[in-house]
């Protein structure tokens, strides 16, 4: 398995070493979907296995493990739906918590972005309970998309990235337009009309939030920066950065792509046009 992860071995590295004391929040960002599943199975694995080697890959628990059948890993899946408050809670209400087989009951959340506001509020209530046979994996492509809370209680480990969000053709050309609309007040609809993907509405609002940070911190220019610049006092810096936060919580709320760039898009047209 070791092999299969070679690009990751920094964090296997890292993994490795704080399994003797883990924390009990493990955040997982970067690489790619497959990646993430993977290296969370190693994480579990590490716990249960019986192999003289851990995790050996081979014994009855890491083959249960990697087959998603272990007892003591609860795998939520966020790939095809949102995860909901009532699938937290069931699994948090289990009277059986404590592991049976290896040191810890560990519950991993895949795709943990789409748990919905509630989901996450539930899961925020679980963390704080001291139950400390009980651990948590947080699978996701960017911490961002985590709340505050959330991101704050876990250890963060960011794997290699798989694609450069930097250069990212259809965000790049949805942000020209949106520079249109925020100059000429027109255009709008020729962005909304589309149908949006929640991730890329997700990239733009990241690219936002980017620029508005760089606008006050002097990072490296760009067209956003440059607009942002000429168009942005202290005062409604924060307003845009709020406006930001709360798109994501539109996302996050299962509030459709297009709708929440459309509010988004207006909430900004107003606020750079007012004069402070
Ligand atoms: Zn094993």
């Known amino acids: 398995m070791k092999n299969s992860l070679k690009e990751h071995e920094r964090v296997i590295r890292i993994l490795d070493k704080l399994s003797k004391a883990p924390p009990r929040v493990l955040i997982l960002e970067g690489g790619d979907l497959f990646d993430r599943e993977k290296i969370a199975k190693y994480w579990c694995m590490l716990f249960s296995c019986k192999g003289h080697i851990k995790p050996c890959v081979e014994c009855k628990n890491c083959v249960d493990i990697l087959n998603n059948r272990f007892p003591d890993v609860i795998w939520l899946d966020g790939k095809d739906k949102s995860i909901q408050k009532k699938e937290v809670e069931v699994i948090q209400r289990e009277k059986d918590l404590m592991p049976?087989?290896?040191r810890f009951k560990i519950t991993v959340f895949n795709e943990a972005q789409n748990l919905t506001i509630s989901s996450a509020n539930s899961l925020l209530k679980w963390l704080e309970e001291p139950r400390d046979k009980n651990l948590f994996v947080l699978l996701v492509p960017y911490r961002l998309y985590l709340l505050p809370t959330i991101q704050s209680r876990g250890f963060i480990l960011t794997l290699k990235w798989k694609s450069p969000v930097k250069n990212d053709l259809h965000r790049?050309?949805?942000i020209e337009q949106l520079i249109g609309f925020w100059k000429t007040g027109k255009g709008l609809f020729k962005i909304t009309q589309k149908k949006m993907d929640r991730d890329l509405v997700r990239l733009?609002?990241?690219a936002l939030q980017q620029a508005l940070f760089d606008s006050v911190s002097q990072g490296e220019g760009g067209v956003l920066n440059e607009f942002f610049a000429s168009r942005i006092s202290k005062k409604n810096l924060w307003n845009l950065t709020y406006f930001t936060d709360?798109?994501?919580?539109?996302?996050?709320?299962?509030v459709s792509p297009s709708t929440t760039l459309e509010w988004l898009a207006l909430h900004f047209y107003v606020a750079l046009s007012s004069k402070y």
């Open 246 to 254: 709360h798109a994501l919580y539109m996302l996050m709320s299962n």
């Open 172 to 174: 790049d050309e949805v």
């Open 204 to 206: 733009v609002v990241f």
């Open 100 to 102: 049976r087989y290896g």
